[in-house]
């Protein structure tokens, strides 16, 4: 298959799906340019190789065209720093800008396209707007693992029109490497956390992990699904009602796969969402009526470290408490560096999903993992085995 290690780009143009898909402030900062920092060596080996590079990405949600404050222009300068080379700007992704500033692409030059969402058709996977996309270059790059799972016109489609020259950039290609590594040689014990605020969006990961690690770990907001499955009583503390059964099918599934599940025993509950809110910390499985837990307590840090602390392989998705308040951020903080510990003595420590990049970068801990994962929803489904289009289409 071809890579971007075998591929000649010289004279070429290569027109790079990438995942700049980064929070901005009111004032358009970037709060967290992880995505941005994690294309850089494949625009960087484009470059090298003498190809000139055309950069499309989408950003945030907008609802019917173009909205100032999703327009990836706010990203120009910030990109042109970290690149250390002046990005030139299409303010279309199809346009007549567009088509004549790729025209005039030399190679080593950078020209990055507006926002892909601003049209409809993106989503939609429409053929005739992913085939304007492909007039513009000679190959195609899919490095946007973020969107991977999505069959969308810049992430699957377009690579119709490249049969022979449409390849993965170094992002896909680590984190495929790394997911397969961790699932299929996983060393022992393997203990996945999991946290987040559903249960129902981690069904299905859930049951595809139960086969294979040793431990699971359950934190945030799902904690209480499980708890009141169980008969606790968890106040005004978050809850999926109609998957108590779930829960309970989880655990007992758990036990047909002698993995050994961990809940908490302990929270930190608050009479309001809020960091001005009262609080105590007490059983998980007796909150006072009107109090909702919204971190994990001391027992229960003190019991998950012990258990991350003894693993060889771990994965850690979904933060177990409101770590963005920091009266709520001590549980998830502690996880956080529970894995940088175990990196150290030798484990092999995978980080995905939205939310646990977030914390793992709000500590400044990410370099000190094996594995921080750009995906989420893309994560989770290739972890449960499903064919993500993104990845089906570049290998097909």
């Known amino acids: 298959m071809q890579n ?9 143009k290569a027109i790079i799906r990438v995942d700049f898909n980064v929070p901005l402030d009111k004032n358009f900062n970037i709060t967290d340019d992880t995505r941005i920092r994690a294309a850089l060596p494949t625009i960087k080996k484009i470059i090298e190789k003498g190809g000139a590079v055309i950069l499309m990405s989408h950003l945030g949600r907008p609802k019917d065209g173009p909205e100032e404050k999703f327009s990836l222009k706010h990203i120009i300068n910030h990109l042109s720093e970290l690149l250390g080379k002046k990005v030139d700007f299409a303010n279309d992704c199809i346009g007549q800008q567009a088509k004549e500033k790729a025209a005039g692409l030399k190679s080593g030059d950078v020209l990055l396209l507006e926002n ?23 190959v195609y790059v899919n490095d946007a693992f973020g969107t991977a799972h999505r ?13 022979n020259d449409k390849m993965f950039g170094y992002v896909i290609e680590n984190e495929l490497k790394n997911i397969d590594s961790m699932l299929k040689n996983a060393k022992k014990p393997f203990t996945a956390i999991m946290g987040g605020a559903k249960v129902s969006s981690k069904i299905s990961i859930i049951q595809k992990l139960l086969p294979v690690v040793d431990n699971l770990v359950i934190g945030g907001g799902m904690t209480y699904t499980f708890v009141k499955a169980q008969g606790g009583k968890i106040g005004n503390s978050m809850v999926e009602e109609d998957k108590l059964d779930t829960a309970l099918e989880l655990i007992e599934l758990a036990k047909q796969n002698n993995v050994t ?56 998705n979904g933060p177990v408490g409101v770590f963005e308040m ?41 370099d000190q993992v094996s594995y921080v994962s750009t995906g989420g929803g893309a994560l989770l489904e290739y972890m449960e085995g499903k064919e993500l289009p993104g990845i089906k289409a570049i290998r097909e």
């Not at 894995?339 to 150290?344: I, P, Q």
């Open 4 to 12: 971007i290690d075998n591929y000649d780009f010289s004279g070429k």
């Open 116 to 138: 892909l969402r601003f049209y409809k058709e993106e989503t939609k996977g429409d053929e005739a707007f992913a085939k304007k996309l492909a007039e513009l270059a000679d």
């Open 151 to 163: 069959a969308h016109a810049s992430t699957t489609i377009i690579a119709k029109f490249f049969p």
């Open 261 to 316: 599940l961990h809940l908490a025993v302990d929270a930190v509950c608050a009479d309001d969402f809020s960091n001005d809110a009262n609080t105590y910390t007490g059983d998980v499985k007796e909150i006072k009526d009107g109090w909702m837990g919204l971190d994990i307590g001391p027992e229960t840090v003190k019991k998950f470290k012990e258990v991350i602390a003894n693993a060889k392989t771990v994965l850690w």
């Open 326 to 366: 920091e009266k709520f951020e001590k549980g998830t903080k502690a996880i956080a560096e529970a894995v940088v510990e175990a990196t150290k003595k030798g484990a092999f420590t995978l980080i995905g999903g939205g939310d646990s990049v977030a914390a793992i970068n709000k500590y400044g801990l990410a």
